[in-house]
């Protein structure tokens, strides 16, 4: 489980990082871009999934959220070494109440859920600095509702040098190319995905890490386990401080 966080903790930082440096690059993708991300404003409710896919670990954390009622469902799936554990850790918000259910080991602390309001995003703020992204990407492209965009390889390599993370430890010892796709839908994004392609033990290996969202202010219920409220209380502080 380290190593995915490591993983996805990358990917994070390899995609922010994209940001000061022509290319092939079509600003109607870039302005589509933008507008997907401004859709995240108007948030109240989805399903959703973020995963990793690679040749040595899967992973897969799924559930539902609702922001009227301040509530989210959490499910973790593992696959490593061809043995896969469903749900090996499951994490509800509900009443201000966070229930962990972590191989059958069942507790709930005390969460202030009272800062959750939406996403908690405000549609002014997400607008993107389209020359500055420009001059980092070899391409941009739009087609059919999906944007294809790929990072410069002296940008991929800069941006690399300046982020902390241990490459070896995920088996890798050169990242040679990132790619980032997002599949557009009408309410909000149905998927974006990003893949890194590189080097380790003498050969190509790739990764990726991805984000899905389905139902997007349709979810009006969440299902959670009958037996929540027999959830014994734990015996720490509240997780949220």
């Not at 933008?34 to 948030?43: I, P, Q, R």
């Not at 070494?81 to 090996?88: A, L, M």
């Not at 800062?115 to 703020?125: P, R």
């Amino acid at each position: 489980m380290k190593k995915v966080w490591k993983w996805l903790a990358c990917a994070a930082l390899l995609f922010v990082s994209v940001g000061c440096s022509s290319s092939s690059v079509d600003d109607a993708a870039l302005d589509r871009l933008e507008a997907e991300l401004k859709k995240f404003s108007e948030v109240e409710s989805m399903d959703y999934t973020i995963g990793v896919d690679s040749t040595d670990v899967k992973a897969e954390v799924y559930g539902s959220f609702i922001a009227k009622t301040k509530e989210i469902s959490m499910a973790v799936d593992m696959e490593a070494q061809g043995q896969k554990v469903e749900k090996f850790m499951e994490i509800y918000f509900k009443d201000n109440f966070m229930y962990m259910n972590m191989f059958g080991v069942q507790q709930k602390q005390q969460a202030d859920m009272s800062s959750l309001d939406g996403l908690g995003l405000d549609s002014d703020t997400m607008q993107i600095d389209k020359e500055s992204l420009k001059s980092n990407l070899k391409t941009a492209t739009l087609k059919d509702d999906t944007i294809h965009m790929e990072i410069k390889d002296d940008v991929l390599k800069e941006s690399l040098k300046n982020q902390s993370t241990d490459l070896s430890t995920l088996g890798i010892d050169e990242i040679t190319d990132a790619a980032i796709d997002m599949e557009c839908g009408d309410s909000l994004m149905e998927s974006l995905s990003m893949t890194f392609t590189g080097t380790g033990d003498g050969e190509t290996k790739t990764f990726s890490v991805y984000v899905k969202f389905a139902n997007v202010n349709q979810v009006k219920k969440i299902e959670y386990p009958k037996d929540l409220a027999e959830w014994p209380l734990a015996n720490s502080t509240d997780l949220t401080k």
